[in-house]
């Protein structure tokens, strides 16, 4: 229940496409849903997040849908740039306080000229 | 925003030595602080939450004696390797939260090489 799934495991998209990134998950507590960007050799930096009081949320060229009644939730990229090539981490919590993120697998994202 | 500080960024040592790492909420107090391993093109995996003046609480199949954790003040968390070996090469990440309507931020993570 505690598990958060995550696809592709690997994307490659044209320079000036959309990056779609998916994210389903178990437990219905969870209620806070962030993305991270991660390069190589640093730590992961929060995107965007969302509660699940929407059902989408942008922010710049980044978009997040999400579907309760589905537990999915999704991340956009539109315009991607090749500065965009990163490993995408989706993940989940509940509550507020200090609850654990359960992260997804990551998705090797390639923008590619 | 938050800014987590972690140091070293890199650090190799003999196998058989400890190692300590060191997590600082820079601009914020956190009562509470993760600690994550990752391994190359891997996911983050969560060892332990380090919680401020009490005992932290480790994941299942987390050895608490090998991985030390103290966080002795609102401001600092340690994670101490013990007698390192090989296979405890990996990326340490820690992470903390400014308020619970804030984003959790991240350390820049520390390269851990044991030879």
Redesign the interface.
């Known amino acids: 229940q505690q598990q958060v799934k995550q696809s592709p495991q690997s994307l490659i998209v044209q320079k000036g496409g959309i990056s779609i990134i998916n994210c389903a998950y178990e437990n219905t507590a969870f209620d806070y849903f ?1 993305w ?1 960007q991660q390069f190589p ?6 995107l965007i ?1 969302i509660r699940p009081d929407v059902s989408e949320k942008k922010e710049g060229r980044f978009t997040i849908s999400f579907n309760k009644s589905a537990k999915q939730f999704s991340l956009h990229i539109m315009d991607s740039q090749p500065g965009d090539s990163a490993t995408y ?1 989706c993940a989940a919590s509940k509550g ?3 609850e ?2 359960t ?4 998705t ?1 994202l390639t923008i590619i000229p | 925003g938050a800014v ?1 500080s ?1 140091h070293p960024s890199w650090v190799i040592c003999k196998s058989g030595t400890s190692v300590k790492i060191e997590c600082r909420s820079l601009d914020f107090q956190a ?2 602080m ?1 600690w994550y391993r990752q391994f190359p ?4 995996m ?1 060892m332990a ?1 380090s919680n401020e003046g009490s005992k932290a609480t480790y994941e299942q199949g987390v050895e608490k004696d090998k991985f030390l954790i103290n966080h002795a003040s609102l401001t600092l968390s340690t994670l101490t390797v013990t007698s390192a070996h090989p296979e405890d090469s990996s ?1 340490y ?1 820690c ?1 903390a ?1 400014d308020t ?2 804030d ?7 520390t ?1 851990l090489t044991v030879v």
């Open positions: 962030p991270y050799g640093k730590g992961p930096a929060l997040a981490f507020f306080g200090n654990k993120l992260f997804g697998t990551g090797r | 987590v972690q009562t509470t993760f093109k891997q996911s983050l969560l939450t990326f990440i992470s939260r619970p309507s984003g959790y931020t991240f350390g820049s993570g390269r």
